[in-house]
C-alpha cells in the first residue's frame, strides 16, 4: 500500500469544504456582483458621502480605498479585502448576513482578479 503524501492528505482533508452548489467559479461583475451590491450595499455605499468612504455603485469604487485607507478589494486576494472579510463575520450587510452562495460569489469574483467582465 502506498502512503499518502502530505499535500494528497490535505486536499482530502479540505476538499469538502469547497463552495456550496450555485455558486460561479469566475463569476460576471455585471451580472453576478453589481446587482448584489445594489441590492444589499448600495443605500449606504454610494454617493457623494459613501459610508466609510467605501463606494460600491462602481467597480471602480469597489478597488478604492475607504476613509481607512484599508483596501476595499485587493484583485486576486479575497483574504486581503476587507469587502470580504465583512462578509464572512456577517457585519456585512447589517441588514442580515448573507447566505454562502453570495459570500462564494463575490470571494470567486476577487480571487479570480476582480474583473470587470
Not at 459613501?50 to 467597480?59: C, I, Q, V
Request: charged share 20%.
Amino acid at each position: 500500500m502506498k502512503y499518502l503524501t502530505l499535500p494528497a492528505i490535505l486536499l482530502l482533508a479540505f476538499g469538502c469544504a469547497s463552495a456550496p452548489d450555485g455558486v460561479k467559479d469566475d463569476p460576471s461583475y455585471a451580472n453576478d456582483i453589481q446587482p448584489l451590491f445594489n441590492t444589499s450595499c448600495a443605500a449606504c455605499h454610494s454617493g457623494a458621502s459613501p459610508a466609510a468612504g467605501y463606494d460600491l455603485a462602481s467597480r471602480a469604487g469597489a478597488l478604492g480605498p475607504g476613509t481607512d485607507t484599508i483596501p476595499n478589494v485587493v484583485a486576486g486576494q479575497p483574504d486581503s479585502s476587507e469587502l470580504q472579510r465583512r462578509l464572512d463575520d456577517g457585519t456585512m450587510p447589517p441588514s442580515g448576513r448573507w447566505d454562502s452562495v453570495k459570500v462564494h460569489t463575490v470571494r470567486n469574483w476577487i480571487a479570480r482578479g476582480a474583473k470587470d467582465n
